[in-house]
C-alpha cells in the first residue's frame, strides 16, 4: 500500500512546484523582508527541493531503462504542447545535481544586500527551469524550461557580476538566444517533415525522414547545444560569463547549466537521429578532440585564475561528446560519470577561487604567491584546491578518474585517435593546474608580482584574514562528493547504467564496432 501511494505521487511536478511557487513567493512577499530572512527562505525551499530529488531514489527502479513517473496532462494540444514529465538513469543524476549545487549556491552567497529579493528568486526561477528541461518529455515543453533559465541568469549576471558584467551578460545573452533559435527550428523542422503535431518523445521518430533532412535537423542541434555545452568555435561567451559572474553564479553556471548542452546532444541528437548520428560520429570525435585540446591548451596561457577553471570546462565538456560519438554502453555511461564528475569538480574549484579572490583582492597568477602558507595564509583553502586539481586532472581514487576512464575505455575501440588525442588533453589538465597551485599557493607568502629585490621582499609579510569554517563547509561537502564517487563509483553507475545501455541499444547505433575506425 505505502509503495503504492509512493508511486502514484506526483514527485517530479514536486520539484517544479517547491522552486517555482518559492520564486512567486519571494517576489510577492509582502513589505520590505530582510536580506538574511530572504536568503534563509531561499536555503529552506532549496533544502526541501534536495529532499524531494533525494526521494526519487526510493521509487525509481534502476533496473528500467525507460522512462519513469511519468506524468501526463494535456495543455496545449493543438500545437502538441503537452505537461509531459518523466525520469530515467540519464536524467535523474542530473536533477540530484542540480538540487545540491543550486542549494550550494545560496549557501555560499555573502554579499546579498543589494537587491536580494530578485536575486534569491532568480536562483529559484533557475533551479526549476533546470529541472523542468531535465524532466520535460515534450520538445516544445523542454524548449519552454530551456529558454526560461536564459533571462534569470542574464540578470544575476548583468547586475551582481564585475566590471564589465554589461559586456558578458549581452555575450551570454546573444548566444544563448542563437541556441535556442537553432533548437527549435530543429523541433518545427523535425514535425513539419514528419507530419505530425505530437511532440512526444515517444511519438517522434526520423526513421521514415530522408538521411539529407536528418543530417540538417540534426546539424541545428548539434550547433545549438554546443553552443550551450560550449564547444569550440562556438565558447567564447563561456570565460567572459565567468570571469565577471560572481562566485554562487559561476557554480550554477558550471555545475548545472552546461549540463543542459551534454544533457541535450545525448536525449535529442542522439535520440531523435540515431542513423544520422552513426553517419556524424566520426566528425563529432574529432570536434570532440578539437575542443579537448584547445580548451587545455587556452587554459595553460591564462594567469586569472577563474578563467582558467573556465577554459578547463570546455576541454572537459569535449569527453562528453566523444563518449556520444562512439555510443557504447561503456562510453554513455561515462559521459554521465563526466556530466556529475565536472558539476562537482567545477563548483569546487570557483568556489575555491571565490574565497581566494575575496581574501586577497585579486585572482591574478603573477601576483599570487604562498598561499599555503600555514600560519598566515589560506593553508585548508589551498588544501581543497589541491584535491580539486587533482580531481580534474583524474588521478585515481576521485570521480575524475572513474568518467575518464569510463569515456577512455568505451571511445578507444571506435575511435582510437581522437581517444588518445582526448588523454592528451587530459594530461595537459595536470599540467596548468599544476602552474595555478605551484604560482599561488607555493613559496613565500604574497600578494605582489615576484621580485629579487630584497627590499621589495621585506614588505612581503602579511596576514591574510582567516576562513571562517562556515565558508568552508559547502566546498568541503563537495570534496567529499568528489572522493565518495571515486571511491565507490556504484553509487552513481548504479542508476544510470540500464538507461545508457538502453541509448547504445538504439538502431544504427548498435552495430559492431571495428578497430581503427577514422578519428
Known sequence: MTSSVLMAFPWLSLLLAIPFLGTFALLLWPGEPSPGRLRGITIGLLAAQLVASLALLLVFDPALGDMQLEELHSWVPSIGLNYQLGVDGLSLPLVLINAALTLVAA????????????????????????NGAFLAENLLLFFLFYELELIPLWLLISIWGGNQRAYAATKFLIFTAVSGMLILGAFLGLALFTGTVDFSLTAITSERLAMGSQIVLLSALLVGFGIKLPLVPFHTWLPDAHTQASTPVSVLLAGVL????????LRFGMGLFPEAWAQLAPGLAIWAAITVVYGSLAAIAQRDMKRMVAYSSVGHMGYVLLAGAAATPVALLGAEFQMVSHGLISALLFLLVGTVYRKTGTRDLDVLRGLLNPERG?????????LGVMASAGMPGMVGFIAEFLVFRGSLLAYPIATLVCMVGSGLTAVYFLLLVNRAFFGRLAITPASDNPVDDARLDIQLAPVAPRETLPALALALGVLALGLFPALLGHWGEATTTAMAQLPALAAPITEGGLG
Open 258 to 265: 552546461l549540463k543542459l548542452g551534454t544533457y541535450g546532444i
Open 378 to 386: 589560506l593553508p585548508f583553502t589551498g588544501t581543497l584546491m589541491i
Open 107 to 130: 549557501v555560499c552567497t555573502r554579499d546579498f544586500s543589494k537587491r536580494p529579493r530578485i536575486y534569491f528568486s532568480m536562483l529559484l526561477l533557475i533551479s526549476g527551469a533546470v
